[in-house]
Nanobody, 125 residues
């Protein structure tokens, strides 16, 4: 049974930091690119960051470049999202997703095969 379980969300003041974690099971983790998406109330789910299967290539939405860092540990089947300098507009439910590709990580949500349940991140001003 495929599972992606996110953790690490919470309430933080603007300028603060959070680290999200996603634990994967039930599939060959090292054969998948991994990504984080987010969805704010009333908005579409949007791409945040992605990392290739080997962890050597990353991609970020312009809105988070220089503030967020995605990484993965294939020995632990986990993917992390370090979020610094958080802003109120970062408030959203954050989702972990897996895409079966050995190519460059993709940004379209329709490319992703598996999704987690999400974790809430709230940034107060």
């Amino acid at each position: 049974q495929v599972q992606l379980v996110e953790s690490g969300g919470g309430l933080v003041q603007a300028g603060g930091s959070l680290r999200l974690s996603c634990a994967a099971s039930g599939f060959t983790f090292s054969g998948y690119a991994m990504a984080w998406f987010r969805q704010a109330p009333g908005k579409e789910r949007e791409f945040v960051a992605a990392v290739s299967w080997a962890g050597t290539t990353t991609d970020y939405a312009d809105s988070v470049k220089g503030r967020f860092t995605i990484s993965r540990d294939n020995s632990q089947n986990t993917v992390l999202l370090q979020m610094n300098s958080l802003k109120p507009e970062d408030t959203a439910v954050y989702y972990c997703a897996a895409d079966r590709t050995f190519g460059r990580p993709r940004v379209g949500r329709e490319e992703y095969d598996y999704w987690g349940q999400g974790t809430q991140v709230t940034v107060s001003s």
